[in-house]
T-cell receptor, first 115, second 111 residues
Framework: DAGVTQSPTHLIKTRGQQVTLRCSPK?????VSWYQQALGQGPQFIFQ???????QRGNFPDRFSGHQFPNYSSELNVNALLLGDSALYLC??????????????FGPGTRLTVL | TQLLEQSPQFLSIQEGENLTVYCNSS?????LQWYRQEPGEGPVLLVT?????EVKKLKRLTFQFGDARKDSSLHITAAQPGDTGLYLC???????????FGPGTRLSVLP
């Protein structure tokens, strides 16, 4: 049983470019959340997808957008990249994450570097 | 300002020592979680606490949720090098809301 997988592992982009990161949730999970973790910091919540819709959103600009597919996999898109977007992007999956006691399973992350 | 503060920021101890790390906030949380994150990996959930004053034990790790549900502590007994990692606390203020993470405590246990 595969856990949460993310691709690519590492990515280097230049300012102004656009990037798409991908996440496949753990088998049986239907909810995907995305986090940004800057170096030396804790993860910051970007948004959560359930039933192919954005259910919650953190304090991130509209340059950050996402999508969830019928198979529950998800993409995170970032437009007009800034140097400050350099971070580890984490995907977490859970089952019907409306309950705060639900367990989130995190993927290994995608390390994005913006030059 | 951080919604959740963690202390200490860094901790380096010898194998076999005991330690406590703290997670504090001025806000009340409906639930709080502790995670451990190792280099190159995502965070792994250790425990969820939901009741004020609750104490949970996981082998050598003891977690406590403050009576007022504003703070929490993690105590490790007889630390081992395998305990090395970034310890993160995360709190949800209301039922159904996303979890907010603290900045973490980076623990290094030397053999």
């Amino acid at each position: 049983d595969a856990g949460v997988t993310q691709s690519p592992t590492h990515l280097i982009k230049t300012r102004g470019q656009q990037v798409t990161l991908r996440c496949s949730p753990k088998s049986g999970h239907d909810t995907v959340s995305w986090y940004q973790q800057a170096l030396g910091q804790g993860p910051q919540f970007i948004f959560q997808y359930y039933e192919e819709e954005e259910r919650q959103r953190g304090n991130f600009p509209d340059r950050f957008s996402g999508h969830q597919f019928p198979n529950y996999s998800s993409e995170l898109n970032v437009n007009a990249l800034l140097l400050g977007d350099s971070a580890l992007y984490l995907c977490a999956s859970s089952f019907q994450s409306a309950a705060n006691t639900d367990t989130q399973y995190f993927g290994p992350g995608t390390r994005l570097t913006v030059l | 300002t951080q919604l959740l503060e963690q202390s200490p920021q860094f901790l380096s101890i010898q194998e076999g020592e005991n330690l406590t790390v703290y997670c504090n906030s001025s806000s009340v949380f409906s639930s709080l979680q502790w995670y451990r994150q190792e280099p190159g990996e995502g965070p792994v959930l250790l425990v969820t606490v939901v009741t004020g004053g609750e104490v949970k034990k996981l082998k050598r790790l003891t977690f406590q949720f403050g009576d007022a549900r504003k703070d929490s502590s993690l105590h490790i007994t007889a630390a081992q090098p395998g305990d090395t990692g970034l310890y993160l606390c995360a709190g949800a203020r209301n039922y159904g809301q996303n979890f907010v993470f603290g900045p973490g405590t980076r623990l290094s246990v030397l053999p």
